[in-house]
């Protein structure tokens, strides 16, 4: 749920071609298998660090059990969506009963760490691709947005007023808007390193010639998932720039720390203030409106100098 929303990334280094056989996870050694230390070549400043010390050691333990099933990564992301939307709707009841949400808080953990897992189960299985990318990125969207509809319904149950909606439906576009400034920073960061990874595919136009082959193969789910890939990266692209490093250790350098603040805006911390928040409200039902508010004032803050200072030294 990479990270987003756990936004649309994935490790494409390890894309499985069709036609070709698929590698054999049962053969590979058990301690690989599920490892929760960074991906290999991600640079260490562009992890979050709740997911680097909690939800992908959970999704670690995971992977060692689904890796030697027949399910699929795909499926995998479909349940975290499902769990997801569950979440959202358990706060929903969470107005009559307290014990709702910390149901919703469970089911929203769970959700987060099997987004965790399904990229893990991918490049496990040898099976990333862009198609997996984008149904990874669609799926942190419906969680985010059944989370944020569900806190904004339990802050209007619970005290009744309408300006709770308000604090609500701005929170979900605060935390959207992070998600995606912190996804585009990333990815572009880390090719400006060339640590050799690659959160996703960045080549737009071998995406192109894909979607051509796929409209004309007739193969229209993935024709439209490459679309809405297209769509949004260009989206991201046009909102934040950051140029080329000509010196990949001193961009490193000089880059790193900026890099860090801005893994506070990813998705992967917002989920885990939400269902830290979600948990805490089963006993102090302010905390939601507490957590709304905090993403409407801190970390917009934050969001603001960010893209402030990129454009001051010329990063935009």
């Known amino acids: 749920m990479t990270s987003g929303p756990r936004s649309m990334t994935s490790a494409t280094s390890t894309t499985h071609e069709p036609g070709s056989p698929a590698p054999d996870p049962m053969s590979a050694p058990a301690a690989t298998i599920g490892r929760a230390s960074p991906t290999p070549g991600k640079p260490r400043e562009a992890e979050e660090w709740v997911d680097e010390y909690i939800h992908r050691p959970l999704a670690s333990l995971l992977i060692r059990l689904l890796v030697r099933t027949p399910i699929t990564p795909n499926q995998v992301t479909l349940i975290s969506a499902l769990l997801g939307a569950a979440s959202g709707f358990a706060m929903v009841r969470g107005v009559e009963s307290p014990r709702w949400m910390v149901g919703s808080a469970v089911l929203l ?28 990125g669609i799926a942190d969207y419906v969680v985010g947005v059944s989370v944020g509809l569900g806190a904004t319904w339990f802050a209007v149950g619970t005290y009744h007023s309408g300006w709770y909606a308000l604090l609500g439906l701005g929170g979900v576009a605060s935390i959207v808007l992070h998600s995606a400034l912190f996804d585009n920073a990333k990815t572009r960061y880390i090719a400006r390193a060339r640590t050799g990874y690659a959160e996703r595919e960045e080549d737009l136009d071998k995406v ?52 860090r603040l801005w893994t506070w805006l990813g998705s992967g911390t917002h989920f885990a203030l939400a269902w830290l928040a979600v948990g805490l409200a089963a006993i102090w039902p302010a905390a939601i409106p507490a957590y709304l508010v905090l993403h409407l004032t801190l970390f917009n803050l934050l969001l603001g100098l960010l893209v402030l200072r990129e454009k001051r030294v010329g990063m935009a």
């Open 109 to 136: 953990l769970l959700s987060v760490v099997l987004d965790c897992a399904d990229g893990q189960l991918a490049r496990a299985k040898g099976t990333s691709s862009t198609y997996g990318t984008v149904l990874d």
């Open 208 to 259: 192109e010639r894909d979607r051509g082959a796929a409209w004309s193969e007739r193969r229209l789910r993935d024709a439209l998932l490459l679309t809405l890939y297209l769509q949004y990266t260009r989206a991201q692209q046009a909102a934040l720039r950051i140029r080329p490093a000509d010196d990949p250790d001193l961009f490193r350098a000089r880059y790193s720390g900026r890099m």
